[in-house]
């Protein structure tokens, strides 16, 4: 994702790791943690901040691993959880039982109907079938009737990256009927996990087409030796809530965001259908240093996501949310 368009990079002259950020406002959104060869004691996030700060920007690491948080509590941040990412453990994958029920019925009811399971990238898709993907995202985006939103949230346009690939469910006449794409992650240059990112099917397509694409995906990876497989996270959707009067600011403003978002985008609805292929769960949280910037995060927040929100698509989301 830190490749993705719309990202600034800040490079540690000390260990030479990396951060991806974007300014928005006065803002500094980080998207995720830094990355490169970790040293002995990471030190680039409080570099970074001290970067922010000359520059007049609030530093905001979003979307960052849990097992950071105790670096900030150190630094005297602040954190939330903002979302929890899916993994899935492809070695062991398998739906036997009582609780796979949903996603068997899945498989068998896409194997009835002739449709088939399709690995492969974008430029090896025949132009008919990249026209397909084309109109089956504009349809999804039409329906929503706000803008496709960005920031941690992959498009069309990503898809045509060569490191992605992509699982199409395909039936008999060359129809595409439901498309994931995966993002990688190496380790010493050879692939090791795949996360999912784009997540579209046809409005008619039979039941259950995303749950076959999942578990074919991770048939795939368990034979190709795959270490994880993650079904990402729902932005601004978790488990771990605590009780209303417990909340803090932040809690407040980013549970508002959600309702608001969630009857358009669904990201609870997202987050409950990725449970159904009983993941471990991992808090992924965000960290400031001042509490007193909370509304400005949080209008950076939208702007991050929804850059081309109009004042009309606006005041729908603020119906939605009534």
Not at 136 to 149: G, N, Q, R, T
Not at 210 to 233: C, K, P, Q, Y
Not at 265 to 288: D, I, V, W
Not at 292 to 316: C, E, K
Request: charged residues 20%; proline residues 7%.
């Amino acid at each position: 994702m830190a490749t993705w368009p719309g990202n600034d990079y800040w490079f540690d002259p000390v260990d030479g790791r990396a951060i991806a950020y974007r300014v928005v406002g006065r803002v500094a959104l980080t998207t995720g943690g830094p990355f490169g060869a970790p040293p002995p004691h990471d030190r680039s996030i409080e570099r970074f901040a001290r970067f922010c700060d000359d520059n007049g920007w609030v530093p905001v690491f979003y979307s960052v691993d849990g097992s950071l948080q105790p670096l900030f509590a150190e630094m005297g941040w602040s954190t939330t959880v903002v979302a929890e990412e899916t993994v899935i453990r492809p070695q062991q994958w398998a739906t036997t039982g009582k609780k796979w029920q949903d996603v068997r019925t899945s498989i068998n009811r896409a194997e009835r109907a002739g449709i088939r399971a399709q690995w492969t990238s974008f430029a090896a898709l025949p132009l008919s079938t990249g026209v397909q993907l084309s109109d089956i995202s504009e349809e999804w985006v039409a329906d929503k009737d706000l803008p496709e939103m960005g920031f941690t949230l992959g498009g069309l346009d990503e898809l045509r990256d060569p490191a992605v690939r992509l699982m199409l469910a395909v039936d008999e006449n060359g129809r595409v009927e439901g498309v994931t794409s995966w993002l990688p992650s190496f380790r010493d240059g050879v692939v090791i996990g795949w996360t999912l990112d784009f997540m579209r099917r046809r409005p008619d397509s039979i039941n259950g087409v995303m749950e076959f694409l999942i578990a074919e995906s991770a048939t795939r990876m368990r034979d190709d030796g795959i270490e994880f497989m993650s079904l990402s996270a729902a932005p601004l959707a978790h488990t771990a809530g605590s009780g209303e009067g417990d909340l803090t600011g932040m809690d407040r403003i980013l549970g508002f965001l959600s309702a608001s978002l969630e009857p358009v985008y669904g990201f609870r609805s997202l987050l409950k259908f990725k449970r159904k292929f009983q993941p471990e769960l991992h808090p992924l949280l965000m960290a400031y240093p001042d509490p007193v910037q909370l509304p400005a995060i949080g209008i950076a927040l939208v702007r991050a996501y929804l850059p081309q929100l109009s004042v009309r698509q606006a005041a729908t989301l603020a119906r939605g949310r009534s």
